[in-house]
Each structure stands twice: as C-alpha cells, then as structure tokens.
C-alpha cells in the first residue's frame, strides 16, 4: 500500500520540505500543499504495524486453537461441539463424534451438575394426554425403547454414543447408567428457551433441581422467554418507523447545523440569558430558605431548640453564600468576555459556513462508523476464539475438563489494549480528515468555486501522516487502558478494602478521566497543525498547546458555549425523534411495549446526533486554530488576513480586508 511504503520516500526531500515550512510560518498563505509534505512520525507508524502483526498472531493461535462453537453451541460431557464433526479431545471412545444434526444439548440428569451432558437432534418432547410437561420412567420396556430411538437420551451403539463398562478405566457414566444399558432413570420434557441450543425442563419436577451456571440462567428467563419474543416482535413490527426516525435524526442534525448560521446570536445570548436568571433564582431561593430556618430557629425557645435545625441554618448559609459568590463571578466573566462571545458566536456562523460549503465532511461518521464496526467484529470475533483456547483432560468421572491455557489471559489484556488503540486511530484519522478540509477551506482563494477537499485529506492521512494519527491515539489509548484496569481493580474490591483506599482509587480515576479529555482536546489542535504545516505529532503539539495558552480566554469561551449549544441542538433531535415516534407508535395496537421502541429510537437518534455534531465541533476547533493562526501570523497590512468578513470585525481597527474575491463571498 501507499501509506506502508512511504517511508522509502520520506527523507529525500526532506530539505526541501523544511524550508517549505519555515517559509509558511513566516507567510501563512494556506495550508502546506501535498507535493511539499512528507512521512512524519514513520517509528510510530513502525509500532503499530508492529502492534497489529502481534494482534494477527494471536488471532492465528486463537482460530487454530480455539472454536467459538463450544461458547455457542455447547459441548457434552467429552469436549463435542453439538451439530459438528468435531476431532478427538481426550482418551475416549465418545470423543470426536460427529454429532451433526444433534443441535441440542440435554441434561441427562439436571439436579447433578457432574452428570453427563450429551447432544440430541431435538429436546425431548414428553407429555401427559392432557399436553402437560412431566417425566417419563426409562427403566424397562417400550419406555426404554422410547428414550434411545425417540428421545436419542440413551448412551447406546444405537447413537454415535457408546456406554462403558462400569469397571472401565475410563468411566463414562455412573455405574446404575452402565446397569441400565446406558439410559438415563428418566427423562423429562424440555425446549430451548431462547435460541441458546440448551434443553431447559419444562416440568416442575425437575426445574427446582436444575443447577449449574446454564440452570441457574435459565431459571431466571425461564419466565422472561415469553417477554423476549413479545420485544423482538415489537422491534420486528417498527422497523420501518425505526429507521424512518433514523433518517430524520440524520437530515434535522443538518439542518440544525445550517439554521445555527442564522440563530447562533439568538441561540447563545438566550442561553446566557437563562443561565444568569437560573443563577440568580437559585441564589434567590437558597437566600429564602436560609432566612426562613434562621426565623424560625430564632422564634423556637431555647430549651426546645435542637443542633439538627441549628446545622440546617448553617448549611443553607454556606449553599447561599457559594450560590452569590458563583453568580456574581458568573456576572463578571460574562462582561468581562462579552468580546469573546461575539467571536465565538461568528466562528459559529464560520462553521456553518463551512459545512454549507464542504457538506463531503459530513461523510467521514459513515466512513468511521464502518471502521469502527469492521474493528469491533474482529476483535468479538477473535475474543471467541481466545476465550475458547483451552487446555484438555479427562476428570475422575472420565468426563471432558477443560481449564484456560497459560498465556491467554495476557493474550486478553493484549487485545483490549489494541482495541483501545484501534479505535483512537480511526478517530484520529476522522479528526485529521476534517481538519484538513476545514483548513483547506478557511484558506481556500474563493469558497465560490471551491472544491471538496475530502479526497485530498484522506490521501494525506494515508500517504504523510498515519505515524502521526498511530502516535496520537497511542497517548490515549494508555490513559484508556489504565482506566479499565483500575475500573477492573475497583469491581474487585470487597468490603473488606480500605476506605481510604476506595477513595484513593477514585481521586485516580478522576484525575485519568480529566488527563484523557485533556490530551484529546490537545490532540485536535495538534492535528490541525498537521494540517497546516505538515509537523511531526510532537511538534504540532507544542505548537498547538502555546497557541492555546496564548489564546486562552477566546478558547475557553468556545468550547464552553461550543459545549452547550450543541448539547442542546442534540437533546432536540433526540427530543422531537422521541416525541413524534411515540405519538406515531403509541396507536399501534400490535405492539406490546412501544415505550422501549421509542427509547431505541431515542439511543439512536442520539448516536445520529452525536456523530454529526462531533464533526460540527471538529469544525468549530479546526475554524478556531486557523483563526488564531491567522491573527498571529499575520498582520493585516503588508501580511493580509484569510478569514472572512465576519471574523475580521473582531479584529484591530488596522486590519484591512483580504482580496475582493473574498470580499465578495463572506
């Protein structure tokens, strides 16, 4: 591939490509074009070649030496898979049977664990005359007849089973299955309950006596299986109203984002607004309540007063007084930013604009969206086999055993971290994707006649930048990957566990938790330095955290109305799919539980949402570097700047505009 054999170019024009870039630092005219760019960060990408060949390695030890089907289908007593022709496990003539057809796994006798589990072409199906479940005696006759040609429960040379002797040395079944030519006591009326291929009891005789881990599971859906079917043919009956609501979420996501370049003045002055009134009616309340406990534990004789009202006063005090000083600093920050918000609210126009004038971008939560699943299945898919890779003998009953092979479990741990780091590199490689084509439009000679870039930025990242898109998402996929294990480490703990301990844990991840958003957000911006000047990771980094620190007050009071706008614009979308499935659902008389379709609905018009909105943000991020990269790179005069006329009405009173063709489109 093109990405995987670039390193053999990347340092032939490597002189060229440096001076390319200081000539753009002193002149930013646009970003650095393709021809200039070169490999960056190749060790990295070297890495995670790397990474991905181990990942391959053990998914080659996983499917050689793991079966997902004992996990699916279950397996008897010898280590056969049900409906397989499976190979020879252990020392034992009912090993390696081929048992396709028999789909089902029986238990021959539920009230014992340890008795043997064998595959049949169907569970039993034993009734009364009157259609009721029961148990049927195997012990003499037709009935034995019947249980080893019609209900296949019987070890016999009939079947692909065969009976031991009871002085075998390896010993199959009990001594009175052996006495009895292989046939179980009784057997007893079963079904699959939910496509799990286990043959639960029906009769009550034997239900209260089904153990283990599959009897305990299905004592609990046992009740639920009805419920099940009712749900999957609710979902079944609104499929067409589930993926009409789906399809609505997606084109009022767009048009929210286009009517934002409209409402965005009214939309963030009206949330400042609300949020100064909410404050100071909070701080209002708590000040009422406080005057009112103090009166009335003033009024209350002293003998009768109690230190729980006395705590009351004192703790409505301390809310009041955090509530006032909170408003008033609130208060402050608003007019003391109100410049600020004005910018914010025109690069929220600018974003707008953007996405009119690149709609391909909107493309790029499909292209991840299929990646990601792609990543997902293989790594599910690989972690059945995995879990599957087990060591094999026969236990003291002669029945199969099976027990995790060493290694595996590091295996495990292997593949969660790759999943952490596969998943941040599409994610990363989206961000990039969209940064260059907002960068590329934010400099683009006139917007009237531009193309999309989308083409352009996926060659990019795929050709010059993957090492930095592998380098990036490894930082957080670490923090990620300590995370779980702490969560992991955290599920662990007992009552016994110092709580200072707990607590020690907690602070942790709090702090992992704010280290992760934290490096994402400074990943961003460093990938639209990429985007600009073609840098290393690192260096785009240190580029991008001074350019946020010098810019600070702008940055904070985007990504803070950034944040709650477009919180809201999704829990309208979510919102409006809620209300009008339910209203459509609701006369439905067919359904059974539409409120869990309409809460379907609603989880995926939120993912909908979500996905668009995320790349409206990257939009708005991209919009904000390419705007302080402009203001400090240029000066107006001799140095003109590239961003439209809205934008340039925040600046100095010296900027002058940009060329007419500019002029003109903003």
Request: glycine residues 6%.
């Amino acid at each position: 591939m093109d990405s995987c054999c670039c390193a053999l170019a990347c340092f032939s024009d490597s002189r060229a490509h440096e001076v390319r870039q200081k000539e753009l630092e002193k002149d930013l005219t646009g970003p650095l074009p393709n021809t200039a760019r070169r490999c960056t960060d190749v060790l990295w990408l070297s890495v995670y070649i790397l990474f991905w060949i181990g990942m391959i390695i053990i998914a080659g030890i996983s499917f050689s030496e793991g079966n997902y089907r004992r996990l699916l289908f279950g397996i008897d007593s010898w280590g056969n898979v049900c409906d397989y022709d499976n190979s020879r496990l252990v020392n034992d003539s009912n090993s390696g049977l081929d048992l396709s057809g028999r789909k089902y796994l029986y238990y021959r006798d539920p009230s014992d664990k340890n008795a043997a589990k064998i595959c049949v072409p169907e569970c039993p199906n034993v009734l009364t005359a009157t259609g009721e479940p029961t148990v049927k005696d195997c012990n003499a006759g037709p009935a034995r007849t019947q249980c080893q040609e019609l209900y296949h429960v019987c070890l016999t040379d009939i079947g692909p089973y065969t009976v031991h002797p009871a002085s075998a040395t390896s010993m199959a079944t009990t001594a009175a299955d052996s006495a009895n030519d292989g046939c179980p006591p009784d057997v007893y009326d079963s079904s699959d309950k939910i496509g799990l291929r286990r043959c639960a009891p029906n009769s009550d005789l034997k239900k209260s006596g089904f153990g283990g881990l599959v009897g305990s599971f299905y004592d609990r859906v046992d009740d639920a299986g009805e419920e099940l079917q009712k749900i999957f043919s609710d979902f079944a009956e609104s499929a067409k109203i589930i993926l009409l609501a789906s399809v609505g979420a997606l084109m009022m996501s767009f048009f929210l984002i286009i009517l934002l370049y409209c409402l965005t003045g009214v939309i963030v002055y009206t949330l400042v607004f609300m949020s100064v009134v909410a404050m100071v009616g909070l701080t209002a309340f708590l000040g009422k309540q406080w005057t009112d406990l103090r009166n009335e534990y003033n009024d209350t004789p002293e003998p009768e007063r109690i230190s729980r009202d006395k705590q009351n006063v004192q703790i409505f005090l301390g809310l009041f007084i955090a509530s006032l000083l909170f408003t008033l600093i609130m208060i402050f920050i608003i007019v003391a930013m109100r410049k600020r918000i004005s910018q914010s609210i025109a690069l929220f126009k600018e974003a707008s604009r953007a996405a009119r004038g690149i709609p391909s971008v909107y493309l790029t939560p499909f292209l991840t969206w299929g990646c990601l699943a792609f990543t997902f299945a293989w790594w599910f898919w690989v972690l059945l086999y995995l879990a599957t890779v087990w060591d094999s003998s026969l236990g003291p009953d002669g029945h199969y055993e099976w027990s995790i092979r060493d290694g595996v479990g590091h295996m495990w741990w292997y593949y969660l971290f790759g999943l952490f780091w596969a998943a941040n590199f599409i994610l990363a490689c989206e961000e990039f994707v969209v940064s260059f084509a907002v960068v590329t439009w934010y400099f683009a000679a006139s917007r009237k006649t531009f193309k999309s870039p989308l083409f352009k930025a996926i060659y990019a990242v795929t050709r010059f930048h993957l090492g930095s898109m592998a380098l990036g998402s490894l930082l957080v996929a670490i923090v990620q990957f300590i995370r779980a294990v702490l969560m992991y480490l955290k599920e662990r703990m007992d009552d016994n566990t110092s709580k200072v301990a707990k607590f020690i844990l907690k602070c942790v991840l709090c702090c992992l938790w704010c280290a992760e958003h934290c490096i994402k957000y400074i990943n961003k911006v460093a990938y639209v330095e990429t985007a600009i000047y073609g840098y290393s990771f690192c260096k785009a980094a240190r580029q991008g955290f001074s350019l946020l620190l010098d810019n600070l007050p702008l940055v904070a009071t985007v990504n803070g109305m950034a944040g709650l706008v477009l919180f809201i614009m999704k829990l309208l979308v979510v919102t409006t799919a809620g209300i009008l499935s339910l209203s459509v659902l609701r006369q439905d008389e067919n359904l059974h539980y539409y409120g869990l379709v309409v809460f379907v609905i609603c989880f995926f018009a939120y993912a909908i949402a979500d996905a668009f909105f995320d790349v409206y943000k990257l939009t708005i991020d991209a919009l904000l570097v390419c705007f302080c990269e402009d203001k400090t790179r240029n000066n107006g005069q001799d140095k003109p700047y590239h961003m439209s006329k809205n934008l340039l009405k925040f600046m100095e009173k010296n900027a002058v505009t940009r060329k007419e063709t500019l002029e003109t489109d903003a």
